[in-house]
């Protein structure tokens, strides 16, 4: 017969990096050579736990290297964005000033058709006097 007194003692918790830490750790008392086989299958679950843990660490160090690498490249892609944004910038400028100076020439000849016109108005204006008193 054999006599076994078995405990599993679990601790589940959150390391540094929050990565689910999961040990078991399961402790046996018996009186038989089946004792050997428990601590085997118990020392195997442990390997098996602290296999996936490693991998969990492995798995949270990629996914910290893939983001600061994604953040690198967004960084970049928004300075070549930025870059041609300031070219686009300067073609617009380059074009706007013709266009403005074009229109100051633009508004500059209205400005002297106008004085002319107005000088046009007051020139009749002076000849319809004097015509007026000469008929009367």
């Known amino acids: ?16 990096d929050g990565i689910i830490v999961a040990e078991k750790k399961i402790t046996s008392v018996c009186s038989s050579s089946k004792c050997s086989s428990i601590d085997d299958i118990s020392k195997r679950a442990q ?47 380059e074009e706007m000033q013709l266009k403005l100076q074009e229109l100051s020439q633009v508004l500059d000849s209205c400005s002297k058709l106008n004085q ?11 000849l319809r006097e004097a015509l007026s008193i000469n008929e009367v």
């Not at 017969?1 to 540094?16: A, F, P």
């Not at 002319?116 to 020139?123: G, P, S, V």
């Open 1 to 16: 017969m054999i006599i076994m007194d078995s405990k599993i003692h679990s601790n589940i918790h959150r390391n540094e």
């Open 47 to 93: 390997e098996v736990v602290d296999k996936i843990n490693e991998s969990r660490t492995s798995d949270q160090k990629v996914m910290d290297s893939f983001q600061e690498k994604l953040g690198e490249k967004v960084m970049e892609l928004c300075q070549h964005m930025k870059e041609s944004m300031f070219r686009v910038y300067e073609e617009n400028n």
């Open 116 to 126: 002319e016109l107005l000088e046009a108005t007051q020139a009749l204006s002076g």
